[in-house]
């Protein structure tokens, strides 16, 4: 699917009829039962081992949180109006039509209750990918209203400033700010670069360090490389809300810039769904031709240039564990890189017991950080990860992803844990050598 094939774009409809929202709903619902939906839909032989994949699920006990469970109305009305017995199941009653109550009840379960991890698809016998299915029921939802206060106004104001950060003009002062801060050099609005680094919301207002972390690297390097005031969002709040036309702008726009000024690589920051957004779903909103353009994460930009001997760092040596973001490693296939950048920092890793693939999500993943209704659940799937942390007993926790942080320093204000996590990215930055007879 193209941009342009994407569903007629609706306001959001919070005071339209019940019918309204439903048909919304339904028409979006539609717009996602193609093969790959149809063959996850049929798939099911009802064996239950995904609920002991997901965190919701283990940590409550609640069958609610049993991952295929999640996509119920999904399913229902993929069997009442496309599955191949349709009208059968519409003839015996077997597929009940939506209703309003049914889709605002399971609102909670798409967007609270699910960080789009991809545990339970690891498991699956039948290779069903529920986290795909979430994220396309989503899109219904999205259209018919049924969307969490807090990240339909993120999403908002992604599509209203440019980002959920803010403007290009709101850029273009932090950036200035943290160069003031930081006494460093941040290229912006080179008309011609060969990199084009794009940057998260959480690294504009909290994580400086990280900017400038980048920056060092890259400049380390020798890289031509510049920001762009309007073309900086790595993240997608549209593809975490549900909003498939504003996905679609956001990743386009990316792209067109990095076009634009030359670019051979648009470098994306420590975050998790910007690199699933970019570049996995990206063949579904740019079918022009990329002409060598690579989309690349600062994580495996990292291990390709230590294993390429062109960055070395002094060295650690002491005893770190790793959080694997759920999109970069699990959905991303980084386990390897990180571990190449944790080797070459010199640190003695002690692995979490579920770890790489099999990791665990902090909880926030999947636009649940930024669902303020869905604290008090999150903070029971964070307890899952900061008991796995404690047991490995290591000094430092180390993690490559700005949301993860984020979601790890609220968990700890929330119930007094006193174990900092760091970014794989400073720490990196922060021990650069000139020369490789300094790294030991
Ligand atoms: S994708 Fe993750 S959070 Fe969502 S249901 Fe599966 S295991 Fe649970
Ligand atoms: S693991 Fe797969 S087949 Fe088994 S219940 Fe879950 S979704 Fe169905």
Redesign the pocket.
Known sequence: MTASDAPKRMDRQGDAPDTARVAAALEGFLAEFGPRASIYLN????????AEACHFYLETGEAKYV??GKVKPFEDAYHRTTGAFAWLMRAVGMAPRLTAAELEAWEELIYDSCNLCGR?TE????G?D?AELVAEARHGMYHAGFVPDRLAEITRNAESRHSPFGTPEDFRRTIHAIEGEFGVSLPMDKPKADLLLTLAPGDLEEHHRSVVGLARILDHLGVDWTLSSDAFEATNFGYLSGNRELQAELTVRLVDKAKEIGASTILLPECGHAWTAARWELSRWYDGPLEGLRIRHIVEYLAEAVESGKLRFRQVRETATFHDPCQQIRRGGMERAARVVLAALGFDLRELPDHGETAFCCGGGGGVLSNARAEPLRLRAFELKRRQVEETGAHRFVTSCGQCRLSFDRGRAATGWDKAVESLIEIAAENLVEDTRDAG
Not at 123 to 126: G, Q
């Open positions: 798939a099911c032989v009802r064996c239950g081992l995904c991952p295929i339970c498991v699956c016998p039948m069903i529920i």
